[in-house]
């Protein structure tokens, strides 16, 4: 597209004097290639009928081989000719260079130490992870970092709970806890600690002195104590789960894992600075921003026992990722029940690091189930956790095919999230998910597969590019050359789905082509293969940015 584009911007400024970036779309087939409404984008300018324009316009673009008609008071519906089409072909498979020489944030996931990965990290994951991987594609220098909360209330729930389990502070007995399930081990002591926080106000009391000794160590730099040496091994615990877990999902590594105490001094820095200016104020022993007057509401940044807020810890994170990477664009994942938190943050933040603000985009999600299932809840205990995800696909997949295969289990997990747009909630069906028939990753990944096989049947045969295109060849060539004008809307929307919805329907045009048109043996075989070489190329491309395996054999 953005070839047809420059030939209508050419055309314009050579007949007309103008500068445009003209507005080009994909019609419905019968009435061409592309379409136009640049004549109606230059009329006022111009002083002419649109319709002349347009007529004008379509004779410039017949020199350069794109015939074009006038449809309407102006519309152009543009006609590749064979040799255009043919030199859109050859790039059809690559990423558009669009954040070259771009810094790009990319934070994403989120788990806590002391708490389990849930269905919702395990979400963010594979879709931050895609977003990443489309922009660094597209030229970006990327960072992917990974925000976790290691201080604040929920881990001095946690370790009162851990603390009462031992029977004290005697960081000898952890050595007790079976190394393969320490992750559900901190869970239930966290459904323990908020159970004891919830029923009497001395647990509250204890719970809150334990969420300042956390403070305290990591300032003092405490790691001998008794009470240290828990928290250090079960913090490790933590971290050594989410990584067993991202490398079961084959997600790129992060660069980065920035834990709460690193960036709450700085939070704490701004709360002070915005104290001192009046951004914030005193309200009832707590320091709060009111968000009224903004058509916000009031959060609380500093709570009455001195203790900072998320709010807070969230400040000095979005400081310190603008002042270590300057970044040009930066993107953060969380849940929808938190949109309206992260306005008031970056309001207050907005005071300080207004270009940080400007260039942060903030996605979120929903809610994610199992069929029939409800809503859960980590500090019940009844939590959907990302490994429960994983199993269920491996049963489902063993259900269906009698066998294990992991690259199945994991493109159907990550396709089946990945398909719906980011925002809503989502029920993940396991056996729909695996099925190899339909709008699945299973699906994809065996189309690509049969694919390779047809090449491999042709052998060394020759792949010579054509340009005298047949009805079902043209067909697939013009979906093939979509391709990077799908990423180009990815980059701009942070969207995946829309890979997803371009690469079925690429591999529904070329079911419609191949059950029409014989390939192996034919006398336009080696046109044939040249057009699937490229098939081939562009799902495997769009399978890989999907984080989803392109298998040469199923």
């Known amino acids: ?57 379509a004779a410039g673009l017949a020199k350069v081989g794109y015939a074009a008609e006038v449809a ?19 790039k059809a498979a690559d990423v558009p260079q669009q ?62 709970a851990i603390i009462r389990y031992l029977g004290g502070e005697y960081p000898e007995k952890l050595n007790e806890v079976d190394p393969l399930h320490r992750l559900d081990w901190l869970s239930a002591r966290y459904v323990e600690g908020n159970s004891a926080f919830e029923e009497h106000n001395d647990n509250k009391d204890a719970i809150t002195t334990y969420s300042k000794q956390v403070y305290t160590l990591h300032s003092e730099h405490d790691h001998d104590t008794p009470f240290a040496k828990i928290y250090w091994i079960c913090r490790e615990w933590s971290y050594d789960g989410f990584k067993d877990l991202y490398q079961q999902l084959q997600v790129q590594p992060f660069e980065r894992f920035i834990p709460e105490s690193e960036v709450t001094p700085a939070g704490l820095k701004i709360v002070q600075e915005a104290l001192d200016k009046d951004i914030l104020v005193h309200s009832d022993g707590a320091i709060v921003f009111k968000g009224e007057e903004y058509g916000l509401h009031t959060r609380v940044f500093m709570n009455s026992a001195g203790l900072p807020t998320y709010e807070a810890k969230d400040l000095g994170l979005a400081a310190t990722k603008w002042l270590d990477y300057q970044f040009d664009k930066s993107f953060i994942i969380t849940a929808n029940d938190i949109t309206e938190y992260m306005k008031v943050v970056l309001q207050v933040l907005s005071n300080f690091y207004p270009e940080a603000v400007e260039r942060t985009t903030h996605l979120t999600h929903g809610v994610i189930k199992l069929p029939g299932g409800v809503k859960m809840s980590s500090r ?18 063993f259900h269906a095919t009698g066998k294990e295969d992991g690259r199945v289990v994991l493109g159907a997990v990550k396709y089946a999230f990945l398909k719906q747009r980011i925002g809503g909630d989502i029920i993940y069906d ?93 006398l336009r075989q080696s046109k044939r293969l040249a057009l699937l070489e490229t098939y081939q190329k562009v799902l495997e491309t769009g399978l890989n940015l999907l984080g989803v395996q392109a298998p040469e054999s199923m």
């Open 1 to 57: 597209m953005e070839e047809v584009k420059i030939a209508i911007r050419i055309c314009v400024r050579e007949l007309f004097g103008l500068d445009i970036a003209p507005l080009v779309s994909r019609p419905e087939p019968e009435f061409g290639d592309f379409a136009s409404n640049v004549a109606m984008q230059v009329t006022k300018q111009v002083g002419k009928d649109p319709r002349e324009i347009a007529e004008a316009l």
């Open 72 to 90: 309407g008071p102006g519309f152009l519906n543009i006609r590749l000719n064979d040799d255009a089409l043919k030199t859109l072909l050859e």
């Open 99 to 160: 954040l070259a020489g771009k810094v790009v944030v990319a934070e994403y996931s989120d788990p806590n130490p002391f708490k389990v990965l849930h269905a919702g990290h395990l979400y963010t994951t594979v879709v931050g992870d895609v977003i990443a991987n489309v922009m660094q594609a597209a030229g970006a220098t990327l960072h992917r970092v990974n925000f976790g909360g290691d201080v604040g209330r929920h881990v001095g729930m946690t370790m009162y």
């Open 380 to 397: 019940k205990g009844n939590i959907l956790r990302a490994i429960d995800i994983l199993d269920a696909a491996k049963e489902a997949n």
């Open 430 to 522: 396991p056996i729909e998910s695996v099925s190899i028939e339909g709008n699945s990753g299973p699906y994809l990944q065996y189309a690509h597969a049969r694919a390779c096989s047809i090449m491999k049947k042709a052998g060394d045969a020759e792949k010579t590019a054509g340009t005298d295109f047949t009805e079902f060849e043209r067909t697939l060539a013009l979906k093939m050359t979509e391709f990077p004008e799908v990423i180009a809307i990815v980059l701009k929307e942070y969207m995946p789905h829309h890979i997803c919805t371009y690469l079925y329907e690429l591999t529904q045009t070329f079911n419609r082509f191949y059950e029409n048109e014989r390939v192996v043996g034919d």
